[in-house]
Structures are given as C-alpha cells and as structure tokens.
C-alpha cells in the first residue's frame, strides 16, 4: 500500500480558501472534466463534465478521498494526490509515462487507459497541478482530462495497417518496387521477391544496381518511360530483362507514376511479375503448332480452337460428338451458346484471366444438343493462329465424377456443420482454450482466451506467447516445456500476471495442460484450458486481512474470544476470555462451568439472552456480572451471533468478552457528577433569574430619582454637575437594559412552549414587517430564499432571526445594507444562513462574539449591551442545533445556524 497519501474518508464540511472558491467558481461550469481536492485529499469540488464523463455526482464524492473510483479498482493515488503530497518521487511509480508540462509551470502530465470509464474502457490524458496560497504553500490540487480515446484507437489501427502493409509486401510472391523516373533509374525501395526474381543475394544488393542495367535492350528503358510519361502508368506491360547473371527474364510490369507539386514524376511504383515460363511454354507452343492438327485428331478429349468472344474456328471430332454434332456444323458457332448461365456470369472474368495468365483451368457445366446438362473440365490456353490470338481449349467429360463430387460434397457438407458446432462450443465456452505448439505459436485459440490476453483470436494465429503475453510468458514456457519433456499432463497449475487487456492488474488463472500427440506418440504440441480466478484470490486475500484485522482488533481491545459447538454442547474459549470471567486457563469449558460464573442475579437475563439468540436469530448481547475466586465483582459485556447451515439449522456460537468494570465505574461517577451538575445548573438558572428580577426595581428608583433631581433642581446646578447627572442616568439605563438581557438569557431555558411546526419563510416576513423603520432609517434590503418548516419554538426562532438580522444592519456602512436568508438540507439537519455586505468580523475573535456581554465595538461606535448573539446561541442550542459564522474585516458576514429535522428538545 503506497504510504504517501493517507485516505481518510469523508471530511466534514471546510470553509474553502478565497484561492480555491475561486478556482472552483471557474472551473464548475467548464466543458473539461476536472476535480479539486484539498490538502487532505478529500474532494471539494467535482464538476459537471466530470459528474457527466464518469457518472459519479458531485454530491456522492465531494467530501470524500473515494475519487480514484472513478478511474480505478482499487484504492491508489492519482496523480493530483502525489502533487498534493510534493511525493515527486513516486510519480513515476505509478504514472510511468508522465512529464511535466510546458503549459503549467510545476504541473504533470500523463496518458493511461481507464477500464472503468464507459463499455470497454477509455484512453485518458490528465494533468495534475498543486494549488498555493499567497504564500506559496500547497492548500490543494487540481486534476483536468482529456478523452483521447478515438486519436489511440486510430493510431492502433494505423500501426496495425501498416504492419499488414508492410507484412504483405514483404510476403508477395511478386516482385515491389519504387524507383527513380531518370534513364538510368535508381531504386528507391525494393522487396525480397524482386531481389529473389532478379537472383540477387539481398534487397542492399539490387539497390546498387541501376535500373537500366536490367534491360537487355537499353532502347527498352527509354521506351518505357516514354509511355509512363505520356500515360502516367502502364499495365501488363511484357518487357526482356536479365538477372544477375545475365540469364534472360521475362516479366510482366505493371506501374504507376507519382507527381510532386511542380508536375514532374518524383518517382514511379511498380509490380513485377516473372512469365518467364509463360514465354518459354509460348514458344515451345510455336514450334508445336505445325503439328498440332495430327496431335488433335487423335486427343481423347474433346479440343478446339476459339477466338477471345468465344467464335469457334476448329475442333476435333470428339468435341462435336460431346455436343451431337459435326465439326462442319459447330465452326462458326459460339461457345457462350453451350453454357450455362452460371457459367456465362463468370465469362468476363474467365477471359481476363486468359489475358493476363495465358492459361486457365476450370470446370462447367454445358448443355448436349438434349439440353441435358453435362460436366466438363476445360483447360484453356492462349496461341498465336496466322499473327492471331487464339484460344485452344481442352473438354473432358467429369460428368461421373462431377456425381461423385457432388455425393461428396454433401457429405462433407455435414462433417463441416458438425466441426462448426464444435468450433461454436470451442469459441463460446465459459473457459479460455488455447493450443500451443512445440515453438510456443498459438496455433488455435478462443475468444474467452484471447479476451484474457488482449486481443483478437485473428491477432494470436502464429504468434508466440512472448508476443502476445510477455509477463508471463516465462512461467508459461516453464510449465510447457513439462509437458513436452514428459508427455504427461499438468493439472490445477495456477498463474499469475498481467496482460494488456487490464494493464497494471495482477491476474491468476488456474489452467489444465494436456499434451497433444502426433501417430508416433511424440508431444507435437499442448492443449490449454484457462479459468479466471482473479476474484476468487483477492476474495481470498480480502477473507485474510479481515481474520487478521479481527485478530488484532480483538487483541487490541483485550477481549477474549468464545466458541460454541451448538451440536456437541462443547465449548472453546480463550485464555484472555477465562481470565476475564476469573476461570482457571485449564478448565474444559460448558455452558454451566460458564453461567457458574456469573453472578446468580444476572443468570436469568444471560438465559434468556441465549434462547433469544437461538430462537429468534438475533444477537446474543448481554452486560451481566462474574464473581472471581476472590469474591471480586467484575462486569463483563459479552457480545455474539448464531451461525446456521442450509438447512437454517442452528450449528454454532462465536462472541467475544470484554472486561468492563472500569467502564461501569467510570460510568457511575458520570452519572453521579452529571445530577450534581444538572442540580447546580438549576440552581444558578433560578439565582439569575431571581437577582435579575430583583434587581428591576432598584434600578428603576434610581433611574426616577436622579431625573426627578434633574428637573426640580436644574437651574441650581452648573453644567458639570448635570453632567455627572445624565451619566448616572445613562449608566442605570443601560444597567436596567442588561438587567433585562439577563432576565430574557435566563428565561430560555425556562420556556415551557411546546415545539410546533413552523414556516421559516413567515418569520422572515414578520420581522421585515416589524422592523419597517429600522429597514427604512437604513436603506436596507432584505431578501430569502424558499424556506423551509421545522419543528421549534416560535417566539424563541424569531428572536433568533431578529438578533442577526439587526446586526446584519446594524454592523454595516454601506449606504444600501443587503441581508439575504436560505437554507440547506444537510442530512438531518436544516443549515439557515443569514448573509449581509456589512463590515464584517476578524476571525481571530472566534467565539468570543457569542459570549454573554461581550462586545467587539466601543460603544459610541455601536450601541447595544452584546448578548443579541449569546441569546441566540443559547436558543439554537437549545433546540439541538450549533451556531457559526464565516466572516473578514470589510468581507461581510454569514452566520450559520443548524436546526435538526425532527424534535429535539435540550
């Protein structure tokens, strides 16, 4: 497991920094798939184009380091997390192809295929950068891609057609070439049937040489390049050139010039044909022809002599007795007439072979003068009649066994019908199935076999496995070369490795090798079958971490183990578990030795909590008391589940033990120290009330006094001395009002109103309503979003959204004030928001503006006594929920109060 980002979940929510808010502001509505993670790799924003590419919701990762799902099975950083980490060093670990970006100064930049992205995977390109502070620090990161899946796919395919191009060329049995348009002419390229044809050692050999010295008639050369620049190619055209060492070749040359930008021929590209042999038989055929007419009458077969369109100029006997006829009678007809109409569809294509081969075999079906259809095999060959071209033509009856054939041919029909189910279930099976030969070529292969590899079963054929899977190919080529050194078969190996059809994920199969044997009882070659059992062994694996978490898990908590075999009524437990229940390590254990030592008044509740675990299949979870040998009281907590077989048969029992005296102890002093506290609170909540009640009409006797001195004996006294008067007055004003702020502070938990459903929203339009004049003196504007209802207590509420929004006004210098409250659902909760353009808070004060009587402002600043926020945390806290805020000098303010969905009542 890579140790540099440390994955921890979700995150609760963070105020963002101004750099990323503002990042995120951009980038939500850009087209490119991006995401933004913090300093502790958890998301804080996911936007649209990557909610849409990758299917995942903004909602569902925000919050969470589970980004990698998206592009991942398992859990591994990306690349954004190594930036965010400065874990440079380990980029190329896990982004092998990275580089850094010329765009983004101190950005990565990668290509990887995702199989998890659409049907069949998709090919990424990403770039990772760090976000910073002002001060340079690292506070987050940013990850964009780019789907680059079409640009791979092409340039696949274009590797494979050139490969195939290539492969061809170099394969053909006809000679390649690509040479200059000058007389002497230079080749460009040449492949190995050219070199082969001209009797050269090498393709480097024939490319010294120059064109022209392959004609034997040099007049020959400036010839053919007459032609191909008059015509821009030739076809067929037969040209008298030498080999080597000078032996004459004949050959068929058909090319094709290729111009530049200026119009001249930058080089000509041409296939050569040798027809040496072609010639030579034409020859040979000259010289014959004089005796070809005796020859002819006594041929078997049947023979004639036929122009290209088919006209008949002679034939021996036996072709007219083929057809009922005479010579005299069939001179002058036309072939075409005695065929077929499935053999006239394929004249056109008959003559250009004879054009272009001088020769050509087939078989036909024709018609007698009966119009019974009759077979013929016909060999057809090009001579020279009189300075003509002429076809002679051979017929021989295959009627008997064009039968025969035919009766074959079905039978055949049906083993080719049996071999394509077999092949069917050959290619269909649930298994990967493969046959090797001694080289290790795949010589047959399935799809499922071929999926596991990566490629097409097409792509395998003759192919070793080197080529096709060479991470593994070692431990295969081990385990063949088993089988062919000892003719036996190998079962149940397992393997284990990668392939490209999932790059980077470690597979295992579990494979059968049988040996395939030739007549002498030689291996020739092996037969493989192939199950995946990836997830069988990361099942396994996980099946392993998981008993060895639960073994540490339990030896860290100090638990002791417990096993029941409901069965034989035998019982296993662990040391640690004896220990707990003060039994001796050597005891054998029973379900009486084990409610032996449980305290007599708690028998009943572990009996019980045994049938109910048995009966009703819940789980056996009981806090009971041991007695030690010593008489000690020990509480243990025990907890566990029936485990039943297919038959939903009871089989066994397994729970742990936990010592939790010390819990039961620390239990009863809470609980003891939380009624003290509960009975101090009530005391200093009556204390306050009363002192503030009792101080109400003191206050009030001063504050008439001094202002009945002030008006009886105002002209009596100088300027100082009413002065120092309305000081005192002052004074007990605001003595009397914080008196009062006292009284209502004290009074919130003294509400006895019961919670009711409530609207938000009409709040909000009685406190506008209310506060008119206020609204008004300042110029302000208050606006809401749709509110919701809650369950709360109605004036208490009110009072909240009162003391924020006259802060929100009052705290403002702004000649317009702007106030706007909404709301949010955040699981079980309501967040409220009350938002304002006002001077705004320094957030060094923290809490402080929430503490009774505390002020931010000297007074002549701002009035007021500083409990309006007090009050309202008190009330919000009352009713379950917390109060915040998020501000900066001259920033504003959002204060922030969660209020629970259901009825909670502190």
């Known amino acids: 497991m890579w140790e540099g980002v440390k994955f921890t979940g979700k995150s609760p929510a963070k105020k963002l920094s101004p750099e990323i808010a503002e990042l995120i502001g951009i980038i939500d ?211 008298h050139l030498k080999k080597k060492n000078g032996d004459p070749l004949w050959v068929s040359v058909s090319a094709q010039a290729h111009y530049g930008s200026n119009g001249s021929i930058d080089w000509i590209d041409g296939i050569v044909e040798d027809i040496t042999h072609r010639k030579i038989a034409e020859k040979k055929l000259q010289k014959s022809e004089k005796r070809y007419r005796s020859i002819v009458e006594n041929i078997k077969d049947g023979f004639c002599i036929h122009d290209f369109d088919g006209n008949i100029i002679d034939c021996n006997e036996n072709f007219a007795l083929m057809f009922g006829s005479t010579t005299e009678k069939l001179l002058g007809t036309n072939l075409n007439d005695l065929a077929s109409s499935k053999i006239q569809s394929k004249i056109n294509i008959i003559k250009q072979n004879l054009k272009e081969k001088g020769m050509v075999e087939f078989d036909a079906d024709l018609k007698d003068d009966q119009h019974k259809t009759v077979y013929y095999n016909i060999k057809s060959s090009v001579v020279s009649l009189e300075g003509n071209g002429r076809v002679q033509s051979f017929f021989r009856d295959i009627t008997k066994r064009r039968e025969m054939e035919l009766v074959l041919q079905e039978s055949e029909n049906k083993a080719q019908k049996r071999l394509a189910e077999i092949e069917a279930i050959y290619n269909s099976a649930p298994i990967g199935l493969c046959v090797l030969d001694r080289e290790l070529r795949y010589v047959r292969i399935n799809e499922r076999m071929a999926k596991f590899n990566g490629f097409t079963p097409r792509e395998h054929i003759g192919k070793t496995i080197y080529e096709m899977i060479p991470d593994m190919a070692s431990q295969v080529e081990r385990v063949a070369r088993e089988v062919f050194q000892t003719g036996k078969k190998v079962m149940g190996r397992e393997f284990s490795g990668f392939t490209s059809a999932q790059p980077g994920v470690l597979r295992t199969w579990i494979e059968q090798w049988y040996p395939i044997k030739d007549s002498s009882n030689n291996v020739i070659g092996v037969n493989v079958a192939a199950l995946e059992i990836t997830s069988i062994k990361k099942t396994e694996e996980a099946l392993r971490k998981s008993e060895e978490k639960l073994r540490l898990a339990i030896e860290g908590a100090d638990a002791g183990m417990w096993f029941w075999d409901l069965e034989k009524g035998l019982m296993e437990w662990t040391d640690r578990c004896k220990n707990i229940f003060g039994i001796n390590p050597e005891t054998r254990m029973s379900y009486d030795i084990f409610l032996s030592a449980v305290h007599p008044d708690d028998r009943d509740a572990v009996d019980e909590a045994t049938e109910k675990a048995l009966n009703e299949g819940d789980e056996f979870k009981v806090e009971m008391r041991t007695i030690w040998p010593d008489e000690s009281i020990h509480w243990v907590y025990s907890l566990g589940r029936v485990f039943y077989d297919v038959q ?69 006294l100088d300027y100082e001395a009413n002065e120092f008067i309305q000081f005192a007055v002052d004074g007990a004003t605001r003595m009397q009002e914080m008196v009062n702020d006292l009284l209502a502070y004290s009074r919130i938990e003294r509400s006895d109103r019961e919670f009711e459903d409530i609207n938000t929203e009409d709040i909000i339009k009685q406190i506008i309503f209310d506060s008119k004049i206020l609204i008004d003196e300042n110029n302000a504007h208050i606006t809401y979003d749709h509110l919701p209802v809650i369950k709360a207590d109605y004036p208490q509420l009110v009072q909240v959204f009162q003391n924020l929004v006259a802060n929100s006004i009052k705290y403002n210098d702004h000649d317009e004030p702007t106030v706007h409250i909404s709301a949010e659902k955040d699981g079980n909760y309501w967040i409220f928001k009350v938002e304002d353009n006002g001077i705004g808070i320094d957030p060094t004060h923290g809490d402080r503006v929430f503490k009774i009587f505390q002020r931010l402002h000297a007074r002549n600043e701002y009035e007021g006594t500083g409990i309006g926020l007090a009050i309202a945390k008190r009330i919000v806290e009352r009713h379950g929920g917390k109060i915040w805020y998020d501000s900066y000098p001259g920033k504003g303010s959002k204060f922030y109060f969660s209020i629970p969905q259901e009825e909670v009542l502190l």
């Open 29 to 239: 509505f850009s087209p490119i798939p991006q995401f933004v993670i913090d300093k502790d790799h958890h998301v804080i924003h996911w936007n649209k184009a990557l909610e849409k590419y990758s299917g995942i919701k903004s909602t569902d990762v925000v919050g969470t380091d589970n980004h990698w799902k998206a592009f991942y099975d398992q859990k591994r950083p990306c690349m954004v997390d190594l930036l965010v980490s400065e874990d440079f060093d380990s980029i190329p670990n896990w982004f092998p192809n990275n580089r850094k970006s010329e765009l983004v100064d101190g950005a990565y930049e990668a290509e990887n295929f995702f199989p998890n992205l659409g049907k069949s995977g998709k090919y990424l390109h990403f770039t990772a950068t760090a976000i910073k502070n002002f001060n340079g620090e690292i506070i987050g990161g940013l990850e964009s891609f780019e789907d680059i899946t079409k640009r791979k796919l092409a340039e696949e395919e274009l590797k494979v057609s050139e490969k195939k191009f290539r492969s061809l060329v170099e394969n053909l049995n006809v000679g390649v070439y690509r040479n200059t348009s000058d007389l002497e002419g230079q080749f460009i390229q040449v492949n190995p049937a050219l070199a082969r044809m001209f009797e050269f050692d090498s393709t480097s050999e024939i490319m010294d040489i120059k064109v022209s010295d392959l004609y034997m008639n040099p007049t020959d050369r400036k010839l053919f390049l007459e032609k191909i620049n008059r015509e821009g190619s030739v076809i067929g055209l037969e040209l």
């Open 648 to 716: 939903d048969t009871a089989k066994e029992m397994m729970g742990i033990a936990i010592d939790v005296t010390d819990a039961k102890i620390a239990e009863q002093e809470l609980q003891e120290t939380l009624e003290q506290l509960k009975r101090s609170n009530a005391e200093l909540e009556q204390f306050a009330y009363v002192a503030s009640h009792d101080l109400q009409e003191p206050l009030r006797m001063i504050t008439s006094f001094l202002q009945l001195l002030q008006r009886r004996y105002d002209h009596q």
